[in-house]
């Protein structure tokens, strides 16, 4: 069983910049994927992934929306998972939740499917201003 506890949520103002943090309980070597999804009241149960790390060693996958603006990373598997999020807009306001699989989790625009991971952090919100 793997835990994620993700920090680093807040409030900024549009333009503004804010960095999460998730870290594992255990080892996550079995894991294939990890990264991050948010959800929005308006979503309902779907989560948007937004940027996510495989241990296939290909680089990470991000959401077309993030893309230019959000950095994934992770410098190994025993520290924290970390958003950068720059230039952010009101838009990107949501619960922002690391989530982790060990299942297979595909190439392309598949590791950007939330259904397909079993290992969820109980989220953190982020709220951008216009």
């Known amino acids: 069983q793997v835990r994620l506890v993700e920090t680093g949520g807040g409030s900024v103002p549009a333009g503004g910049s804010l960095r999460l943090s998730c870290a594992a309980s255990?080892?996550?070597?079995?894991?294939?994927?990890m990264g991050w999804f948010r959800q929005t009241p308006a979503s309902g149960k779907e989560r948007e992934g937004v940027?996510?790390?495989?241990?296939?060693?290909?680089?990470?996958y991000y959401a077309d929306s993030v893309k230019g603006r959000f950095t994934i990373s992770q410098d190994n598997a025993k520290n924290p998972l970390d958003l950068q999020m720059n230039s952010l807009k009101p838009e990107d306001t949501a619960m922002y939740y690391c989530a982790a699989t060990d299942s297979y989790c595909g190439d392309g625009y598949g590791p950007l499917r939330y259904y397909i991971y079993n290992y969820w952090g109980q989220g953190t919100q982020v709220t951008v201003s216009s």
């Open positions: 940027a996510i790390i495989s241990a296939n060693g290909r680089s990470p």
């Open positions: 255990t080892n996550i070597y079995s894991i294939s994927c």
